[in-house]
């Protein structure tokens, strides 16, 4: 008995003895074009309305794409209407150019001339399918009837047109061979030529040859080589540009289409996000930004991605990955410790060279570049580090906890993810830092205190320090002098029960939240038995905050932290 998978035919590579496309490099970007309201529209459960097609035909425009397949006017009176809609209410920028799909099937081209009327620059596309399989299994016809038909449909469209060329329209062609990749690369020739010769193509008047993986079906090298082999092979190579219709049934939509571009492809039609027919069309986005994560300029803007996909989601009911690339929600995420700690590193890295230059590990893109906050970047959970948390505090509250304190919290935080198994987030990490740090305020509080400052003849300076302290119930007060708030405070406890703790390090930083602006400051004292605790304060006086920091110290060692 033959094995399932036995009854899959393998792809047949041509024969390449030298190829050119690996040694290439993508140095620009190509023409884009959206299909998102043609096949993208098509291969939705619920079709888009007028109202989400103008919207998201919008937002295709902001993006900054200028060619824009925007339906099938002759497939349906819908159709036919959001065509008219986008004509007549003046929805076209004068710089973008409608794209509409037709079947090289005459009356089919004659009502998509009728609906294209008073549009100042049109693409009509049409497409028929030239495939050896579609050839046997669909159309029962010879490549002379196949050819037929799309010369038939080149002369019909090239002769219709020409009433709207003369009235000023800018009108251009564009045909596919559907199901190209599963063609003869000598037919695809042979029919592309056809068509190009029957709409008069010039190196001026050049007709868009558009090569799809309608299926895909073999790996983007092999799909590179087609593309050479045509490019090389079409006589009238000049008087065409070169797109491609990438879709992604074995998920190398965007590797088919960066090396069809290395093999000499000009143009992608694309989709946001990579909607469209089964696994969909290629992506645009991640087509884009993986140029621009090259240093290319992809010539399309994604600067504010949450709301493209905030569109998207709702107009095509669809859902974002959470893991799509430059997009899904977890992709600026890092979980594992030692990815934080590199982030964390990098970004230090970043701040201290002034580096011109993304250099950040783990993170291929700045987020910012897509309008992405900084803050989710790490997400806490049990399979974090000790830095981690530190970043949290960092970038989404200001605190630059020093480092010898990140393995302290880093610690609090571990046992808090154990407790309740599930990730933390940054208001839960700030929360157990206030609890365990700022917070930390019994059994010793300062209730009230001054200092009195002086400089002496040789430039010293000399503080004292007077305050009233409460341990529990009972009150009482102190008084004591140094070179400065940390060591008045220090003296005046001298004798105190508070005084087994030597002073070992303290660092101090401002902390801007909007116009309120204050400090903090990180103690670390060592006790009796050598154990060293930090302590935080935070106050708008910055001789007070190293106080409570003291404060905070001692109090968690005695609570036993
Ligand atoms: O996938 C395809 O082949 C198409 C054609 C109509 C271009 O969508
Ligand atoms: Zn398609």
Known sequence: MKKAYEKYIPFVPIKMKTRQWPDREIKHAPIWCSVDLRDGNQALVDPMNLEEKLEYFHTLVNIGVKEIEIGFPSASETEYEICRTLIDGGHIPDDVTIQVLVQARPHLIQKTF?????????????????????????????????????????????????????????????????????TE?????????????????????????????TVE????????????????????????????HPHNDRGSG????????????????????????????????????????????????????????????????????????????????????????????????MEESNSEFWEIPYLPI????????????????SQSGKGGAAFVMQHNFGFE??????????????????????ELKPDRIYELFQTHYINATTPYQLIRHSFAEFTDDDGHSHVTFAGTLRHKETIFSVQGS?????????????????????????????????????????????????????????????????????????NRSISGC
């Not at 596309?125 to 046997?136: G, W």
């Not at 690369?185 to 799809?212: F, G, R, S, W």
């Not at 669809?318 to 799509?324: A, F, H, L």
């Not at 700045?366 to 959970?381: F, L, M």
């Open 254 to 349: 965007v590797a088919t289409a960066e090396m069809g571009l290395l093999a000499g492809a000009e143009r992608i039609e694309a989709t946001l996000f990579g909607n469209g027919e089964r696994t969909g069309n290629v992506d645009m986005v991640t087509l884009a930004m993986n140029m621009y994560t090259q240093g290319i300029d992809p010539k399309l803007d994604f600067s504010n991605i949450n709301k493209i996909r905030d569109m998207y989601e709702r107009c095509t009911k669809m859902k974002v990955g959470e893991r799509q690339p430059y997009v899904g929600e977890l992709v600026f995420t890092a979980f594992s410790g030692s990815h934080q700690d590199a982030i964390n590193k990098g970004t230090h890295y």
């Open 217 to 244: 079906n073999c790996m983007p090298n092999y799909f590179a080589d087609e593309i050479e082999y045509f490019i090389q092979k079409l006589p009238s190579r000049d008087c065409a540009i070169i797109s491609l």
């Open 114 to 182: 009728d609906a294209i009327q008073g549009a100042k620059h049109v693409i009509l596309h049409f497409y028929n399918s030239t495939s050896t399989l579609q050839r046997k299994v669909v159309f029962h016809s010879d490549t002379a009837g196949i050819t037929q038909i799309a010369v038939d449909a080149a002369k019909l469209i090239y002769e219709l047109s020409q009433p709207m060329i003369a009235s000023g329209m800018d009108l251009r062609y564009e045909y596919s061979p559907e199901s190209f990749m599963g």
């Open 366 to 381: 700045d987020p910012a570049d897509v309008g992405r906050q900084y803050e989710p970047i790490i997400r806490i959970n």
């Open 401 to 422: 906890l020093p480092k010898a304190m990140h393995a302290e919290f880093g610690h609090i935080v571990q046992v808090e993810t154990d407790r309740v198994g599930t």
């Open 482 to 554: 140094g070179n400065g708030p940390i060591d008045a405070f220090f003296n005046a406890i001298h004798g105190q029960k508070i005084d087994r703790f030597t002073f070992v390090d303290y660092k101090e930083h401002a902390i801007t939240r909007g116009s309120d602006s204050q400090a903090v400051a990180y103690i670390l004292l060592r006790d009796q038995a050598g154990r060293d605790v930090f302590g935080v304060g935070v106050s708008h006086n910055i001789n007070l905050a190293p106080l409570k920091g003291i404060l905070s110290a001692i």
């Open 185 to 213: 690369m000598d037919y695809a020739v042979e029919i592309c030529q056809a068509v190009l010769e029957n709409l008069h193509a010039t190196p001026e008047k050049k007709v868009i040859l558009n090569l799809p993986t």
